[in-house]
């Protein structure tokens, strides 16, 4: 049996016996079919040990490596788990001991927990030294008042550490109110009841007012005092800065005498001195540039290269790149990397009178890479990267990036981090990148501190920790790393990771972004600064954000500015910007955009209206899944608009896509298209099907369409009760041909007495929105005086609009007045006969007879009894008694003048006149 299968039968095994639990110990211990792992083997030798084996027991105090030693002092040849048995059984000392074990010799969570148990049960029992211990870790926690309530529990005890640390408190105000007079107290306290350590502290803390009053006389009788105590070497140790100076200034006194002898090394170090304002020496740039120039000249290659660099900032004398670049080259031709790198900056950036020529770039990198140069290495580990002067080649850069960061270049870990994740020139290893961030997140880096949040964030290469991503992301915020102020302000704006949802805070951190430029933070402020979220609510401003993302390429920010040019919310209304920046955003795949500038061009708003552009614009957004572009491109196949051939099948195809995502027009417009069968075979069930649908969800027109379904008995059973629900629904909300319908049914009862009163309310709502027939109706109520007051003024105005929407009743009334010159118009027979003419075309039957009239009178037209008898004859036809009754006395004269009639035809039409009480009819009958 290999290890492999051996490990893997103890895990299948009984688990609660200690042997198992003791070779499982050793297992995870050697790495025996398993990883090492000196935590879990602590673990199986603890529970073994607690069932009292002894080689368990054996182990935790002496087999284990670095985890399992302790530090533990051996008591009547007791082990670690003796100990640990001791604290469970309540005894104070072995729980602080054990505490302690666990916070210094063994690492992870599991250590530490137990750490805090015990120290929290030797505080129980008042013990001191636990109560100092578990106090800094509170400190350090932040929790102050538990820290100090510990605190004054350890120096009641009269620990004098806790002392100490209490008058830290008191003056500065960490867990209670600053009082430096308590402070002071608390650390005479501590050096009285303390040792000459404790003594001489206070000796230090008068001698600099740390905290105290600075006094030379009670800082001298604490030291006497820390002498008495046996303090270690406390002479010197309180006069050490004074006798640091004494050998400072000694040694710069020769230093300066060998650099002017002309020591070059000296010089240098004079040079750094002065720089620095090191050595006791007050800082002087432009003497220290002196100095490192003396060094330089005698060839001190790191004079020369301090020089140059002064040389280039312009740091301590003039700035002059080119005699920077100069002095680089000497150093360089030494063989100094720190200066190769440098010359190829100057070749990369174009410096010193130089020409940027990436080529010699890279060849300098290289040459200081070669001599081991982390920066240069990690500067050509980009140069490979991004093909910069050197064919691209991401295995090289990953090599040097390597290279680098095994030196500790903080940006190489990031960058090779980035490699591992993405698989750039190595094999994908996210596990690893996380690692290597975190590396570089630790050393303070705030690109890899960025980085390992976002790993945390989403659980890549490492267990997902939202409440740890918040933390790295805030510290690499803390040092202006843009793109982690904005995650920081997700967190806020999400309630995630461990804080409340915040939109003040959010707003903060994304106006820190946004101040840098940072393209999804200026979004964002543009959001909330338009939406009132965690601060004022401002059009103006928030274009002002939409409008630096756009110009950034966010597509997002072009879409949001775009609409507000469009609209003129924030800015003045603006066509031409609008289509701009939809065409942008457009361009870039964002889809509302592409319905966007499909809208402008299909309108002509701001562009040249282009409706086959449009079409291909609604066509992207529909297949990208917006649903009015699905519908608009629906209607395009549907009506054959702009140049697009009609095809039925797929104008159904886009309004089916839009109905089903619940787009109540395409339930309307996809019902016309069963109804008509047009691309698909005519369903009057189908289309009753989604007309309820659209009905349903509020669409107006739906609800019209479906009432007139019913109110004709297509598609479903002839119901007027149904019908008049749905034409109110529709109605109700505005749509004028639904409220027509209103008022038509209020006017003509339709199974109860008319309402003229309700149906003039109906009539009026349609009117107001320009529905041509009910302004002709409402007309007719005013000319009779049913259900308002008469008045022919306000009917004639209505008669006058609806005429001119061709409405044949109102044509027939304004032709009227036209004829007899009344009501405002002039007299005007022609245009009375071209009205009577068009309203009688559309059926009007008193402009049948007046157009008779006109014609056997020559009434604005030259007389002809042909055309008279023709229109009279029509309107007879539909029971006009006077056309009847004028139709047979012009037979009467006309018979043996113009035509071979007979008496007969007139005694025809004068009896159909006289039937329904006609008085003249019945004269010339003799009746």
């Known amino acids: 049996m290999n290890e492999w299968e051996r490990f893997e039968d103890l895990m299948e095994s009984d688990q609660s016996d200690p042997e198992v639990q003791y070779q499982l110990g050793l297992c995870y211990l050697h790495g025996e079919g398993t990883e090492p792992d000196g935590q879990a083997a602590e673990r199986w030798f603890r529970r073994a040990a607690e069932q009292g084996h002894e080689g368990a027991r054996a182990c935790l105090a002496s087999a284990l490596p670095a985890e399992g030693k302790s530090h533990l002092p051996p008591l009547d040849g007791m082990t670690l788990a003796d100990w640990c048995g001791a604290a469970e059984d309540g005894d104070a000392e072995a729980q602080y001991e054990v505490a302690l074990f666990f916070l210094t010799e063994w690492q992870g969570a599991a250590g530490a927990a137990d750490a805090e148990r015990y120290l929290s049960m030797a505080v129980e029992q008042g013990h001191p030294r636990a109560c100092l211990t578990l106090a800094e870790r509170r400190m350090n926690e932040g929790r102050a008042a538990e820290a100090v309530e510990l605190l004054r529990n350890a120096a009641d005890c009269g620990l004098a550490e806790a002392m100490t640390l209490l008058g830290e408190c008191c003056g500065r105000g960490f867990g209670m109110d600053a009082d430096l007079k308590e402070a002071e107290a608390w650390f005479i306290r501590a050096a009285e009841l303390g040792g000459g350590e404790e003594k001489l502290a206070l000796a230090l803390r008068y001698k600099h007012g740390d905290l105290v009053d600075v006094s030379p006389g009670r800082a001298l009788s604490w030291l006497k005092q820390a002498l008495a105590a046996g303090a270690e070497n406390a002479e010197a140790r309180f006069y050490a800065e004074e006798n640091a100076q004494r050998e400072r200034e000694a040694e710069l006194e020769k230093m300066a005498a060998e650099a002017e002898a002309g020591d070059a090394e000296a010089q240098f170090r004079l040079a750094c001195a002065l720089r620095g304002g090191d050595e006791g020496v007050q800082a002087d740039l432009a003497q220290a540039a002196v100095w490192f120039r003396r060094a330089a000249e005698q060839g001190h290659v790191q004079a020369q290269e301090t020089l140059a660099l002064m040389l280039r900032d312009g740091e301590g004398i003039a700035q002059d790149g080119r005699e920077a670049l100069a002095w680089y080259r000497r150093a360089a031709d030494q063989g100094s990397a720190v200066a ?175 101040d840098q430029g940072y393209g999804y933070a200026l979004h964002n402020m543009g959001v909330f600064c338009e939406n009132g979220w965690g601060g004022p609510k401002d059009l103006a401003q928030a274009a002002q954000w939409y409008l630096r993302g756009a110009e950034q390429g966010m597509d997002r920010s072009q879409y949001a500015v775009a609409s507000m040019y469009r609209d003129g919310e924030g800015v003045e209304k603006d066509p031409g910007k609008a289509a701009f920046w939809f065409r942008k955003a457009a361009e870039q795949g964002h889809s509302g955009a592409q319905h ?256 008779g009239l006109c014609y056997e009178k020559g009434i604005g037209v030259q007389a002809d009894p042909n055309q008279a008898i023709a229109w009279y004859q029509k309107a007879g036809e539909k029971g006009h008694a006077e056309a009847q009754y004028c139709l047979g006395m012009l037979y009467k004269r006309l018979n043996g003048s113009f035509f071979n009639r007979m008496p007969k035809e007139a005694r025809e039409w004068l009896q159909k006149a006289a039937n329904q009480g006609h008085a003249g009819a019945k004269r010339e009958l003799g009746l």
Request: with cysteine; net charge positive.
């Open 340 to 514: 190769q790198n440098e010359i190829g900056t100057f070749y990369h950036n174009g410096w010193g009178g130089l020409e940027q020529n990436l080529t010699m770039a890279a060849t300098w990198f290289l040459r200081a890479a070669e001599q081991g140069l982390a920066a240069a290495q990690y500067n050509y580990a980009l140069f490979c990267q991004n093909g910069w002067g050197v064919e691209k080649n991401l295995g090289k850069a990953a090599y040097w990036y390597q290279e680098a960061a095994e030196r500790g270049f903080v940006p190489a870990q990031c960058s090779l981090g980035l490699c591992y994740e993405y698989g750039w020139g190595v094999p994908e290893n996210k596990v690893q990148a996380a690692a290597l961030y975190r590396t570089a997140a630790e050393a303070g880096f705030d690109t890899a501190q960025c980085n390992f949040a976002c790993c945390l964030q989403y659980g890549i290469g490492t267990a997902q920790n939202l409440p740890e991503a918040l933390t790295w992301y805030r510290r690499s915020a803390e040092q202006g790393c843009a793109r982690a102020q904005f995650n920081v302000g997700t967190f806020y704006e999400a309630g995630q990771g461990g804080v409340p949802k915040d939109f003040a805070e959010a707003r903060r951190y994304y106006q820190m972004a946004a």
């Open 596 to 851: 966007g500038y499909a809208d402008c061009l299909d309108k002509g708003f701001g562009v040249p209206k282009d409706q086959r552009a449009a079409f291909e614009w609604y066509l992207k957004a529909a297949q990208a899944g917006v649903v009015k572009a699905q519908h608009q491109t629906g209607m395009y196949y549907h009506l054959g608009i702009g140049g697009v051939p009609r095809d039925g099948a797929k104008a159904a195809e886009w309004y089916r896509r839009a109905a089903e995502q619940g787009f109540a027009y395409s339930m309307g417009n996809l019902a016309s298209i069963y109804e008509a069968g047009i691309g698909v075979p005519q369903n009057l069930t189908e289309a009753v099907s989604w007309l309820r649908r659209g009905a349903e969800q509020g669409d107006k027109a739906s609800q019209y369409k479906l009432g007139l379904f019913y109110e004709s008995g297509k598609g479903v059973e002839q119901h007027l009760g149904n019908a008049l629900f749905w034409f109110g629904k529709s109605a109700e909300q505005g749509f004028p041909s639904a409220q027509f319908k209103m008022g038509w049914y209020c006017a003509n009862g339709q199974g109860k007495n008319p309402d003229y009163a309700k149906a003039a309310e109906w009539y009026r709502k349609a009117a107001e929105q320009g529905h041509a027939a009910a302004q002709n109706n409402l007309g007719v109520l005013y000319e009779t005086g049913r259900g308002v007051a008469k008045d022919m003024k306000t009917a004639v105005e209505l008669y006058k609009k609806a005429a001119e929407k061709k409405v044949a009743g109102a044509m027939a009334a304004v032709a009227l007045y036209y004829e007899a010159g009344s009501y405002g118009f002039p007299k005007n027979p022609q245009e009375a006969v071209r009205l009577y003419t068009l309203s009688a075309q559309g059926g009007v039957v008193r402009s049948m007879y007046r157009l």
